[in-house]
C-alpha cells in the first residue's frame, strides 16, 4: 500500500514544519487549482509562498494537486475508504499513528523519518492515531491520468442509496482507482448529482458489478 519515493526533507526543515503546524485547523489546503480539479497541477497560495511550507513542497519535484496538512487527534480514526486518486505521504508528527490496508489486514506505521511516501489509496484503508498526541500528514493528490481514448463511452453515476458516499468509496473507487492507471478512463468530473467520465469501450461491460440498488449507470 505504500512506496517509498526517493525524495526527502532535511531534518532542520521537518523541525520547521513540526513548529509552523496551525493549531485551528483540523485540514488546511495549502494551494488552488489551475484549473481541472483532478489533473491539472495546483498552485501554492499566496499566504504559504516564501514560508516553510514552500520549502517543504519543493522538495517533492513532481507535479501534484491538492495539498493539504491534515490533523488526526489522538485516540481517533477514520472510516473504511478508498480514493480514485492515490496520494503522497509526508509524516510530520505521531506517536503509534498507523495507516492500515482493511483489504489485506495489514497494519503500517508512519513516522517521522523525512521520507516521502506514494500510497495506493485504491485499496480499502483508514488512518489510526493510537497515540498519545495529534498525527500530523502533509497529503496531497496524485494526479489523474487524462487518457486519450480513441473509442470510449460517456459513463454517468448516480447514488441511489444511502450513505452514497460511503458506498461509492467503498464499492466503485477501487476499480476506478485501477482503470485510471491502466489509462482506460478520462474527464472524471464530480456532479452534484453524481460522477460523469469518459470509459474505455473495451471495458463497459464490466461496470456490471455496480449494484443496481444503490447506483444507477447511465452509458452514453
Known amino acids: 500500500m505504500l512506496q517509498t519515493l ?3 526533507v ?4 521537518l523541525e520547521e ?19 481541472n480539479f483532478f489533473y491539472d497541477p495546483w498552485e501554492l497560495k499566496e ?36 480514493d480514485i486518486d492515490d496520494r503522497y505521504h509526508l509524516n510530520l508528527r505521531g506517536q503509534y499513528s498507523y495507516l492500515i490496508d482493511i483489504d489485506s489486514q495489514e497494519m503500517f506505521l508512519t513516522q517521522q523519518d523525512s521520507t516521502w511516501y506514494e500510497m495506493d489509496t485504491g485499496r480499502r484503508h483508514v488512518a489510526a492515531n493510537f497515540g498519545s498526541y495529534e498525527r500530523v500528514q502533509l497529503v496531497i493528490r496524485k494526479l489523474l491520468v487524462n487518457a486519450e481514448l480513441k473509442d470510449f463511452k460517456t459513463i454517468t453515476i448516480k447514488p441511489t442509496c444511502v450513505n452514497p458516499r460511503f458506498e461509492f468509496d467503498d464499492i466503485v473507487s477501487p476499480w476506478l482507482n485501477k482503470i485510471n492507471k491502466q489509462d482506460l478512463m478520462s474527464n472524471f468530473t464530480v456532479m452534484d448529482d453524481g460522477v460523469r467520465f469518459h470509459l474505455d469501450s473495451s471495458v463497459v461491460n464490466n461496470l456490471d458489478f455496480i449494484p443496481e440498488d444503490k447506483f444507477k449507470v447511465i452509458i452514453q
Not at 532535511?10 to 526543515?13: A, I, R
Not at 514544519?17 to 484549473?35: D, E, H, I, M, Y
Request: aromatic share 8%; net charge positive; hydrophobic share 35%.
Open 6 to 8: 526517493p525524495y526527502t
Open 10 to 13: 532535511s531534518k532542520s526543515l
Open 17 to 35: 514544519a513540526q513548529r509552523s503546524v496551525p493549531t485551528a485547523k483540523a485540514r488546511l489546503t495549502l494551494n488552488s487549482p489551475t484549473g
Open 47 to 82: 499566504e504559504f509562498k516564501n514560508t516553510v511550507w514552500e520549502k517543504v513542497l519543493s522538495t517533492l519535484p513532481i507535479a501534484f494537486g491538492e495539498a493539504r496538512i491534515i490533523v488526526l487527534e489522538h485516540g481517533a480514526t477514520y472510516m473504511s475508504h478508498t
